[in-house]
């Protein structure tokens, strides 16, 4: 008798102990125990009777002021808030020390007659972090770009009423966490912030939807922030993919358009610098373009772009000062960028309806203190643009570096200029590790490796271990300066009697030019440059 006794009480004591609320009655009960500053919105009245995906129109309840109040707990001690349903809601405000984690299948669509974001933070701010310590894991964020009442497109950044109309809003804010979230369908940008520090993007899906509008941003960031990690994201957007903007477009955009000071573009205010930002493992899926940096005067420094795959429309990275009016950046300037390091790059452009100027696959037109291009592979050309295209007569290259560069065309008629400098100015250009290999070798191709034109500027050009296969030339000078050429471990084959150094600027001298341990046809050197000296074994 007494060991049952035993026995009973045992089970109890643990049962007691060790039970946990019943979840298929927690949104029904208010009486539940939780840990102290967790909150499950069901259980403050939240309604789940909206649906979330892409092409949803059924809003069901506003839950917006339930859940703005379970989310202002925060004002007084750090809470975490687990969103266990599906909610539409008008906006709310996040404040400092706030978790929030979507359970599976969980999170909110953006109401009709609203022009604010889904989720923004309190306190917005351009020259302090006035927030801090946000986290957002989860969920699935639409944000209902059918909206009647959104002004689509591009839209002020400054008024904290009236923003950016995007999925998420972060103007000010240190210790930032957005991952294992997907968001649909933002108005403007699908994640927008400036002033922000210690972020961290992780496992992130955007995609836009049908029918998308330009300015349909991916994951943007304005100046005045640093400390920052993209990565395992995936991407359909119809502007830039992942924007890092020192200098956002200038405020009184609109007054050029013959519209009212209340248009403004973007703030003065949101402009800054920007640096050490990682972007690493990223999908683009059919976005417009891919990565943009864009710095008029502000400086952008330390920025790593590492294993992009996938393709776009446009440009896959572009690096400029607003190339296409130069001075409507709030900030003007020919760009202040210090080290861009880019890495395994494997994105292919496929041209949508809309044709940009200058289609390349990685486009510089700003000024860039160092550039560092590793392993950059190709392998689609319907487009025939450059693989790497550096313009502008204002643009200037500190130094810059292509170690890795692997090309494969399958396409008969192809014509590309793999490497384009044109008008800009580079004073160290190394090129390494090179493979180019066209497959219908049997067909004359006049393609080039390096093609510089339009007075360019080039002071010392380096080749090493270069091999292609079925293309003209090596280089292509017609109309640019090239001062000192050292070139050397270099095989080129079935190039149908084209040399492999065309320098054919009459008006500019190469002051030096050594080949050695090269390997393809008697031809080596043609065209009306002078070369002062001649050296290596290839002569």
Same mark, same amino acid.
């Given at each position: 008798?007494?060991?049952?006794?035993?026995?009973?009480?045992?089970?109890?004591?643990?049962?007691?102990?060790?039970?946990?609320?019943?979840?298929?009655?927690?949104?029904?009960?208010?009486?539940?125990?939780?840990?102290? =500053?967790?909150?499950?919105?069901?259980?403050?009245?939240?309604?789940?009777?909206?649906?979330?995906?892409?092409?949803?129109?059924?809003?069901?309840?506003?839950?917006?002021?339930?859940?703005?109040?379970?989310?202002?707990?925060?004002?007084?001690?750090?809470?975490?808030?687990?969103?266990?349903?599906?909610?539409?809601?008008?906006?709310?405000?996040?404040?400092?020390?706030?978790?929030?984690?979507?359970?599976?299948?969980?999170?909110?669509?953006?109401?009709?007659?609203?022009?604010?974001?889904?989720?923004?933070?309190?306190?917005?701010?351009?020259?302090?972090?006035?927030?801090?310590?946000?986290?957002?894991?989860?969920?699935?964020?639409?944000?209902?770009?059918?909206?009647?009442?959104?002004?689509?497109?591009?839209?002020?950044?400054?008024?904290?009423?009236?923003?950016?109309?995007?999925?998420?809003?972060?103007?000010?804010?240190?210790?930032?966490?957005?991952?294992?979230?997907?968001?649909?369908?933002?108005?403007?940008?699908?994640?927008?912030?400036?002033?922000?520090?210690?972020?961290?993007?992780?496992?992130?899906?955007?995609?836009?939807?049908?029918?998308?509008?330009?300015?349909?941003?991916?994951?943007?960031?304005?100046?005045?922030?640093?400390?920052?990690?993209?990565?395992?994201?995936?991407?359909?957007?119809?502007?830039?993919?992942?924007?890092?903007?020192?200098?956002?477009?200038?405020?009184?955009?609109?007054?050029?358009?013959?519209?009212?000071?209340?248009?403004?573009?973007?703030?003065?205010?949101?402009?800054?610098?920007?640096?050490?930002?990682?972007?690493?493992?990223?999908?683009?899926?059919?976005?417009?373009?891919?990565?943009?940096?864009?710095?008029?005067?502000?400086?952008?420094?330390?920025?790593?772009?590492?294993?992009?795959?996938?393709?776009?429309?446009?440009?896959?990275?572009?690096?400029?000062?607003?190339?296409?009016?130069?001075?409507?950046?709030?900030?003007?300037?020919?760009?202040?960028?210090?080290?861009?390091?880019?890495?395994?790059?494997?994105?292919?452009?496929?041209?949508?309806?809309?044709?940009?100027?200058?289609?390349?696959?990685?486009?510089?037109?700003?000024?860039?203190?160092?550039?560092?291009?590793?392993?950059?592979?190709?392998?689609?050309?319907?487009?025939?643009?450059?693989?790497?295209?550096?313009?502008?007569?204002?643009?200037?290259?500190?130094?810059?570096?292509?170690?890795?560069?692997?090309?494969?065309?399958?396409?008969?008629?192809?014509?590309?200029?793999?490497?384009?400098?044109?008008?800009?100015?580079?004073?160290?250009?190394?090129?390494?590790?090179?493979?180019?290999?066209?497959?219908?070798?049997?067909?004359?191709?006049?393609?080039?490796?390096?093609?510089?034109?339009?007075?360019? =500027?080039?002071?010392?050009?380096?080749?090493?271990?270069?091999?292609?296969?079925?293309?003209?030339?090596?280089?292509?000078?017609?109309?640019?300066?090239?001062?000192?050429?050292?070139?050397?471990?270099?095989?080129?084959?079935?190039?149908?009697?084209?040399?492999?150094?065309?320098?054919?600027?009459?008006?500019?001298?190469?002051?030096?030019?050594?080949?050695?341990?090269?390997?393809?046809?008697?031809?080596?050197?043609?065209?009306?440059?002078?070369?002062?000296?001649?050296?290596?074994?290839?002569?």
């Amino acid at each position: 008798m007494k060991k049952t006794l035993l026995i009973i009480l045992t089970v109890m004591v643990f049962t007691t102990s060790f039970s946990q609320p019943d979840k298929k009655h927690v949104k029904n009960s208010k009486n539940v125990n939780v840990p102290e =500053n967790v909150y499950y919105l069901s259980m403050f009245g939240a309604i789940s009777d909206a649906e979330i995906g892409m092409n949803s129109v059924t809003f069901g309840t506003d839950n917006t002021s339930v859940i703005q109040s379970v989310l202002n707990k925060a004002k007084t001690s750090p809470i975490t808030v687990y969103w266990d349903g599906k909610y539409s809601v008008t906006g709310l405000k996040i404040y400092s020390n706030t978790t929030l984690i979507a359970n599976a299948g969980c999170g909110a669509i953006l109401r009709n007659h609203s022009d604010k974001p889904l989720i923004a933070n309190a306190n917005h701010s351009f020259e302090a972090r006035k927030d801090s310590n946000i986290v957002i894991i989860g969920g699935i964020w639409n944000g209902n770009y059918y909206n009647p009442e959104i002004r689509q497109g591009a839209q002020s950044k400054f008024d904290n009423m009236h923003g950016v109309v995007s999925c998420f809003r972060f103007y000010g804010v240190d210790n930032l966490t957005v991952r294992d979230a997907i968001l649909y369908k933002p108005a403007t940008y699908a994640l927008a912030a400036a002033n922000i520090t210690h972020v961290l993007y992780e496992n992130i899906i955007v995609d836009v939807g049908p029918d998308p509008l330009i300015n349909n941003d991916g994951l943007h960031i304005d100046g005045n922030s640093q400390y920052g990690v993209i990565r395992h994201c995936i991407i359909n957007t119809h502007d830039d993919g992942i924007g890092l903007n020192a200098d956002d477009l200038y405020m009184y955009f609109n007054e050029k358009q013959g519209l009212s000071g209340k248009d403004a573009f973007y703030t003065e205010a949101s402009a800054g610098p920007i640096s050490d930002i990682l972007i690493d493992d990223i999908t683009f899926n059919s976005s417009l373009f891919g990565i943009r940096i864009l710095s008029g005067k502000s400086r952008v420094d330390r920025i790593t772009i590492r294993n992009i795959k996938g393709y776009t429309k446009g440009y896959a990275l572009v690096i400029d000062n607003y190339q296409h009016d130069p001075q409507l950046p709030t900030w003007a300037g020919p760009g202040n960028i210090g080290t861009v390091n880019v890495e395994d790059f494997d994105v292919a452009i496929h041209p949508g309806k809309i044709k940009m100027p200058n289609e390349s696959c990685i486009n510089v037109s700003t000024n860039v203190e160092q550039l560092i291009l590793k392993n950059i592979k190709r392998k689609f050309f319907a487009a025939e643009e450059p693989t790497v295209y550096i313009r502008g007569k204002n643009t200037v290259i500190g130094s810059m570096e292509i170690d890795g560069y692997y090309s494969i065309d399958t396409t008969k008629q192809s014509k590309i200029d793999h490497i384009l400098v044109e008008g800009a100015s580079i004073n160290q250009l190394s090129i390494s590790n090179v493979s180019i290999r066209r497959t219908q070798t049997d067909i004359e191709n006049n393609s080039v490796l390096l093609k510089a034109k339009s007075n360019c =500027n080039i002071n010392t050009l380096q080749f090493n271990r270069i091999n292609t296969d079925g293309i003209a030339s090596l280089i292509s000078n017609t109309s640019g300066n090239i001062t000192i050429i050292n070139a050397s471990n270099l095989i080129h084959t079935n190039a149908f009697g084209h040399f492999p150094f065309f320098l054919n600027n009459g008006k500019s001298d190469v002051k030096a030019l050594t080949i050695s341990n090269f390997y393809g046809s008697d031809l080596i050197v043609g065209g009306t440059s002078k070369i002062i000296r001649k050296s290596g074994d290839a002569f």
